[in-house]
């Protein structure tokens, strides 16, 4: 009789197979990339249009609340950006149409938007003014009070218009960023 040898037989993966497994996990990868942008870049959108919309929000109920002229200014004056860098919704103490940070009541600011996301202001409105009765006044550059002022949110891909309405109240639609 001979001596039966044992065999060391490992389990386990080989080289091969973890390298096949890197390469469909790369495939899938570089195929949902696209998709995770355009879902990072939405979310970024839709989180931005819902802080200005808010911001309009408490501008108006304010000035019902407060029986005064409360405003929602843009931050800066960059005209291909007007509200990019950020909103501020605030009471004018002292009447004299300026915005001064020791002087004027600030309800809320909200700075810089998130990479990708810039707003489009065709009128060129820097700043919206609600009456005590939450009406919009002299929100045009030439204090002529319109029917409506729309400001656009966009990304790469997609946008949104709010409507700010005379009386104050807003909507939005899909818009087209082209």
Same mark, same amino acid.
């Given at each position: 009789?001979?001596?039966?040898?044992?065999?060391?037989?490992?389990?386990?993966?080989?080289?091969?197979?973890?390298?096949?497994?890197?390469?469909?996990?790369?495939?899938?990868?570089?195929?949902?990339?696209?998709?995770?942008?355009?879902?990072?870049?939405?979310?970024?959108?839709?989180?931005?249009?819902?802080?200005?919309?808010?911001?309009?929000?408490?501008?108006?109920s304010e000035a019902i609340r407060r029986n005064t002229s409360v405003r929602l200014s843009s931050i800066n004056s960059n005209p291909n950006n007007?509200?990019?860098?950020?909103?501020?919704?605030?009471?004018?103490?002292?009447?004299?149409?300026?915005?001064?940070?020791?002087?004027?009541?600030?309800?809320?600011?909200?700075?810089?938007?998130?990479?990708?996301?810039? !707003?489009?202001?065709? =009128?060129?409105?820097?700043?919206?003014?609600? #009456?005590? /009765? +939450?009406?919009?006044?002299?929100?045009?550059? %030439?204090? !002529?009070?319109?029917? =409506?002022?729309?400001?656009?949110?966009?990304? #790469?891909? /997609? +946008?949104?218009?709010?409507?700010?309405?005379? %009386?104050?109240?807003?909507?939005?639609?899909?818009?087209?960023?082209?």
């Amino acid at each position: 009789m001979g001596s039966v040898q044992a065999k060391n037989h490992l389990a386990g993966v080989g080289l091969v197979e973890i390298l096949i497994t890197v390469a469909i996990l790369a495939l899938v990868s570089l195929a949902a990339a696209p998709q995770l942008i355009d879902y990072i870049q939405n979310r970024r959108l839709y989180n931005s249009l819902n802080e200005f919309q808010s911001a309009v929000t408490l501008a108006r109920s304010e000035a019902i609340r407060r029986n005064t002229s409360v405003r929602l200014s843009s931050i800066n004056s960059n005209p291909n950006n007007l509200w990019g860098n950020g909103w501020r919704v605030w009471i004018d103490e002292n009447a004299n149409n300026q915005f001064e940070a020791n002087v004027d009541l600030v309800l809320l600011s909200r700075g810089i938007l998130p990479p990708g996301v810039t !707003v489009n202001n065709a =009128a060129g409105v820097a700043t919206i003014e609600f #009456s005590g /009765s +939450g009406f919009i006044r002299n929100f045009t550059p %030439n204090n !002529v009070t319109t029917q =409506a002022i729309d400001i656009q949110l966009c990304t #790469s891909n /997609s +946008g949104e218009v709010i409507s700010i309405s005379i %009386n104050g109240l807003t909507s939005n639609m899909r818009g087209n960023c082209a």
